[in-house]
């Protein structure tokens, strides 16, 4: 038997309406932001990830799906491709492939599937889902100021109150601008030198190559090593402390609660100043739901003109984990199933089941060769609330047997009156 690649997985019903319902709610509260869809190629240039996420990042230096494209002709010149492992550098590169600057400030959203080639575990798979937010435009759109760092965080805020996640945590923290990062990545190399060869072999990597990504280890022996680095908040230039602290003044003022984390860093080269991760508790050790920040030279970097950003990518797969206890309340079962009783009935229940979904009514059909038991047995199965018998005596008398599946109680309802009696319970 074939079975799904590892790190993959079938989603299936009824968990697939608890997708459905994430992501209506996403499409809501983002439309009352004025974010619109975009949505880009599951595959790109290997350059694009290569000069945008960055070389010396885990994620482009292990985990890509990378191949090369060498065209149907030996002869054509072969094309390094890869599935992409995160959003945001796609979602640049159209900006500047389309000159989206033109348009002024531009927010924009997608949700896809994201491919990384790392250890599969709970809430992490090779092929994953994301709901990436990006605000990015030309200098002069606004598109630097602390304002759009605190509304992105407002209306996260709003999303994880929406989808009754009431208990998440928003960590902040300021990376500063490339010269800070520069000049701090010096420091902790410093630091870090006496000390790293205690430390595991991922944090003696990143030591040598992306000294930030250290602040990202979860080894618990590692953990006394880390709290004496320097860190990044006593390497702020003046421009970036005064960034951070108007961002923290204006969510203060819409009630947004957070906590400075000055361990919180984003290892990919392209984000500056603001960063930040919602969390939530019942997702246990791995508790981020989300995470994001400010990118002011990303744009640049991929050969663009200057469009200073903030985005953050929402992992859905977890964020659907941490619903898992609200799933019931969620998933919409049939209102009733309809039981055709007899031959011939089965156009008359057609006819019916049309009539009441015209009310956005859930219906679900029987079938005329059921005897009455197997029909109950099918509509308990489905969960609906209501049975329904179709047959000759119904149609003649023009009244139905309706019965609660859950009480018991069975009452006869005319034709016409059948859609508000199920709606009204």
């Known amino acids: 038997m074939i079975k799904a690649v590892r790190g993959t997985r079938d989603l299936l019903p009824p968990e697939t309406a608890l997708w459905n319902f994430v992501e209506s709610a996403v499409r809501d509260v ?63 590169r159209a900006y500047i492939e389309h000159n989206l600057g033109d348009r002024g400030l531009n927010k924009l959203y997608c949700i896809g ?37 605190a509304e ?104 947004v609660k957070f906590h400075i984390n000055d361990r919180l860093v984003r290892g990919l080269d392209y984000y500056t100043r603001t960063a930040f991760e919602f969390t939530h508790g019942a997702l246990g050790a791995q508790n981020a739901i989300l995470g994001g920040g400010r990118y002011d030279g990303l744009s640049e970097a991929l050969g663009g003109p200057a469009a200073p950003g903030i985005g953050f990518a929402i992992g859905e797969d977890r964020l659907v984990m941490s619903l898992k206890e609200t799933a019931e309340a969620v998933l919409r079962k049939p209102d009733v199933y309809i039981a055709p009783l007899g031959p011939g009935m089965n156009i008359e229940a057609a006819r019916l089941a049309r009539e009441l979904r015209r009310h956005d009514l859930v219906v679900d059909l029987g079938d005329e060769t059921f005897r009455l038991k197997r029909s109950f047995e099918a509509a308990s199965k489905t969960g609906a609330k209501y049975i329904l018998i179709v047959g000759e005596n119904e149609l003649k008398s023009g009244a139905f047997a309706l019965k609660n599946l859950s009480t018991g109680e069975q009452v006869s309802v005319p034709r016409a009156h059948l859609p508000s009696r199920i709606q009204g319970g």
Request: net charge negative.
């Open 30 to 92: 983002f439309r009352a932001y004025n974010f619109q869809e975009i949505r880009t190629p599951i595959f790109e240039s290997t350059e694009l990830f290569a000069r945008g996420v960055g070389e010396e990042t885990d994620i482009v230096a292990k985990e890509m799906y990378t191949w090369e494209d060498r065209g149907r002709a030996e002869s054509d010149k072969g094309q390094s491709l890869t599935l992409r492992p995160e959003a945001t550098a796609g979602i640049v």
């Open 113 to 149: 599937p994201m491919f990384r080639r790392e250890r599969p575990q709970k809430g992490r798979y090779r092929q994953f889902y994301q709901i990436d937010a990006e605000v990015i435009g030309p200098p002069s759109s606004g598109s630097e100021s602390p304002a759009r760092d």
């Open 152 to 255: 992105v965080l407002e209306m996260l805020a709003t999303l994880l109150d929406r989808l009754g996640i009431a208990d998440w945590t928003l960590q902040l923290n300021s990376v500063g601008c490339a010269n800070d990062r520069a000049t701090y990545n010096e420091a902790l190399r410093k630091a870090l030198a006496p000390v790293v060869g205690n430390m595991c072999e991922d944090c003696q990597r990143r030591a040598v190559t992306n000294p930030l990504r250290v602040f990202d280890c979860k080894v618990p022996e590692d953990q006394p090593i880390i709290d004496k680095l320097p860190r990044i908040s006593q390497f702020l230039d003046e421009p970036c402390r005064k960034h951070f602290e108007e961002v923290q003044k204006i969510l203060k003022s819409v009630g």
